[in-house]
């Protein structure tokens, strides 16, 4: 049979510009820069920067008006100051807190990784390519006012916004980062155009506290968002099977002229800041779904970014490398070796020794929720009922 369109060499923009590693909040701080540099060398020494239909591209930082889309101006001039005086503290904006120090390189790195995803955007709905990633990016809790959890400019929620400027009408934005994407959530929450999804840990044991099933949107754009939070420990099985009882129907009922998602590689058993238990394997095969659904859905239009994700050399490199495989159209077979030039570099820039391979040795098996039913007496199977029952009535489905 001739391959899915899905499994075909796609033609791909790959952002990347080493000065994003400029973003970095010290050495005591899990956002660790060294995270996006090991990324890119492993894309590097697997070719797929330079494989077919793969363009890579660096984009000039994000200018005032662009930024201006999503965050006010007094704040925007707020973090330049800040970078004036990285001993500054400006509470009200959140900046010299122990989550958003100050550096001297906060809004040059910060708008830098933001254009990198507008051009993401502005590449996809132009038809240069049908997919774009921009790994560094996804920095989604920057609020139009203030930092947060890490993020200073909400590239995420400017990708949305440049989309919508250039004429887009329906655009699903997917998150499955630990944490709930709450700063994206929160700029779209009026606007019918913008459908929101985030698959998260529960926000009464993980910040930001929010993201409730309850939380569909506002008064003007009622299902406009829709919130799966999952019970700490949470594993493949049970993320996979709850990913898959909310996203595919929804984005189908949607029917997006484009989907960024944000692939925050946090959810992992091994990331120190949160509390599910997931897999490379399974980040992979959602990654892979959102590839697919980008094919049937729209055209093959899709804005894939990074985000959160602490273990620096054993998680957040796989896991994004098999992100860029995907929508290059060239996936690597989970049980491929890391390549050795890699692991030498890993042992160079982090003095640790690197995984052999790109997998943790794990089928990501799961229950299908439409095919096993609703177990009333399991947790997980009661949120994932609980979010279907807050949005999807919304959208015209029975929960």
């Known amino acids: 049979m001739p391959p899915a369109e899905s499994d075909r060499a796609c033609a791909l923009s790959l952002f990347w510009d080493e000065g994003v590693t400029a973003y970095n909040f010290g050495p005591q701080h899990p956002m660790d820069p060294t995270r996006l540099a090991l990324t890119m060398r492993l894309v590097e020494a697997f070719?797929?920067?330079?494989?077919?239909?793969?363009?890579?591209?660096?984009?000039?930082?994000a200018g005032e008006s662009t930024l201006a889309l999503v965050h006010r101006s007094e704040y925007i001039a707020a973090v330049r100051r800040a970078a004036a005086d990285p001993t500054a503290v400006d509470l009200r904006h959140g900046l010299g807190t122990d989550d958003n120090?100050?550096?001297?390189?906060?809004?040059?790195?910060?708008?830098?990784?933001a254009g990198q995803s507008v051009a993401a955007a502005e590449s996809v709905w132009r038809g240069s390519a049908p997919h774009a990633v921009n790994f560094a990016g996804g920095l989604h809790h920057a609020m139009p006012g203030r930092a947060s959890g890490f993020c200073v400019y909400n590239d995420a929620a400017l990708a949305v916004a440049r989309l919508l400027e250039l004429g887009a009408e329906r655009v699903t934005y997917v998150d499955v980062d630990v944490h709930h994407g709450d700063g994206v959530q929160q700029a779209f929450w009026d606007d019918p155009r913008v459908l929101t999804v985030s698959l998260h840990e529960h926000p009464s044991t993980l910040f930001p506290q929010t993201g409730w099933a309850t939380e569909t949107g506002g008064e003007a754009a009622p299902g406009s968002a829709a919130n799966l939070p999952l019970p700490a420990g949470t594993g493949d099985a049970g993320w996979l099977r709850a990913y898959h009882a909310l996203v595919p129907e929804l984005l189908a009922a949607f029917r997006p002229q484009v989907i960024v998602s944000q692939h925050g590689a946090d959810t992992h058993v091994e990331d120190p800041l949160a509390h599910l238990a997931v897999t490379v394997d399974a980040q992979r095969a959602v990654a892979a779904d959102l590839h697919r659904l980008a094919h049937e859905l729209c055209g093959g239009r899709w804005v894939a970014l990074g985000g959160g994700g602490?273990?620096?050399?054993?998680?957040?490199?796989?896991?994004?490398?098999?992100?860029?495989?995907?929508?290059?159209?060239?996936?690597?077979?989970?049980g491929t070796e890391t390549p050795e030039p890699w692991r030498a570099e890993v042992f160079r820039q982090a003095r640790r020794q690197a995984p052999l391979r790109m997998t943790d040795g794990v089928d990501p098996a799961f229950r299908d929720f439409h095919e096993t039913g609703y177990d009333p007496a399991d947790r997980l199977d009661q949120a994932i009922l609980a979010a279907r029952r807050a949005v999807f009535p919304q959208h015209g489905m029975l929960p």
């Open 310 to 334: 602490y273990a620096v050399v054993d998680v957040v490199p796989r896991t994004w490398t098999h992100l860029v495989a995907i929508a290059a159209g060239q996936p690597l077979d989970p």
């Open 101 to 113: 120090p100050v550096f001297p390189a906060i809004h040059a790195a910060s708008a830098l990784i």
């Open 47 to 61: 070719g797929l920067d330079r494989a077919p239909g793969v363009t890579r591209a660096a984009a000039p930082p």
